[in-house]
């Protein structure tokens, strides 16, 4: 076992399981999924099943151990999110979702955020000729729609967890991420969070502190996405933004990321033969929201089974 890790006591299993608090928030979690998914529908969103094996998967912008599937002899990777394949669908369907479950092997560090687990789900959405402010705007609209539900359908779990979720008030305010920096300094994450009391978009976030697939705003220089940062410390909880389509344009953000195409193989083949449409789409993560309006200090408690980093659970 590597220095760090920790096999979990089945004890300590047991008592998460009969934990109220883990209950209260299940059933909350379970609520944000019902809701979430009949607006997305009632919006015209198709919903997907997850894709959990696939050859190419998120490169991701930050350090996870990698994960490869060896099936006789064929390389699959574990989903770190569906970003290529929800492109892909739209030669299927204009709009559509997954509740997808994404494997991230968080390093150990992550253990103690309070918003990590190597296994989480986000919902995931991407739609056909949309922009960063169509996307802004339904979330915005979606999110209203959650606090509302819970309140109404979990009354007795928000009591017991002694949480009046704040109703959100689009529209959210925004804030450029260099004007972040100026402000808060290099790492502004948690302390701009701290500053807020309501839901924030971060926008223009620079090229290089982003995935390729995002796409190059005019200036050159950001991208034409966004981050939702909750108040009060509890972080990001979307990411998303507008998409690169052209072959060339992948190509090029590719090099500039470090990215070897050789990775993306089936999608870059798919770009250049057939092109996919230009789109735009984030995901929000469900057990960090969760948390947000149960006003937990681990997101693992929104989960019976959490994957904490360096942790061995049932
Ligand atoms: N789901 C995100 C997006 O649509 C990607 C991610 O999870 N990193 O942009």
Redesign the pocket.
């Known amino acids: 076992m590597a220095e760090g890790s920790m096999v979990v006591s089945v004890e300590k299993v047991v008592n998460h399981l009969k934990d109220p608090r883990v209950k209260a928030a299940v059933k909350v979690k379970s609520e944000v999924l019902r809701i979430a998914e009949n607006f997305l529908k009632n919006e015209g969103y198709i919903e997907l099943l997850p894709t959990i094996l696939s050859t190419v998967t998120?490169p991701?912008n930050h350090d996870v151990y990698e994960v490869m599937v060896n099936y006789n002899g064929l390389s699959y990777r574990l989903t770190q999110?569906m970003?290529f394949h929800?492109q892909l669908a739209l030669l299927a369907f204009d709009k559509i979702f997954i509740t997808s479950p994404?494997i991230r092997l968080e390093t150990f560090d992550k253990s103690t955020s309070g918003r990590h687990l190597f296994e989480f789900v986000?919902i995931?959405l991407?739609a056909r000729e949309a922009t960063r402010e169509d996307i802004m705007d339904l979330i915005e609209r979606l999110f209203v729609e959650i606090f509302k539900g819970v309140r109404e359908t979990c009354k007795e779990e928000l009591e017991f967890l002694d949480v009046g979720p704040e109703m959100p008030q689009p529209p959210f305010k925004k804030v450029k991420y260099l004007d972040a920096v100026k402000e808060y300094g290099e790492k502004f994450e948690d302390k701009l969070s701290m500053d807020l009391d309501q839901p924030a978009w971060l926008i223009d976030i620079p090229i290089l502190e982003r995935?390729f697939y995002?796409k190059l705003s005019p200036d050159g220089e950001t991208l034409l996405d966004m981050d939702l940062i909750l108040p009060r410390g509890y972080g990001e909880v979307i990411?998303?933004?507008e998409r690169e389509y052209e072959y060339d344009s992948i190509l090029r953000r590719m090099a500039i990321k470090g990215n070897d195409p050789e990775d993306f193989e089936w999608y870059l083949k798919i770009v250049k033969e057939y092109g996919i449409p230009p789109s735009a789409?984030?995901?929000f993560g469900v057990e960090r929201l969760t948390r947000y309006i149960c006003g937990l200090d681990h997101v693992k408690y929104t989960r019976l089974f959490p994957k904490v980093p360096g942790e061995l659970w049932v």
Do not use: A, T
């Open positions: 998120d991701l999110s970003i929800k994404n986000q995931d991407e995935e995002d990411s998303g933004g789409g984030c995901g």
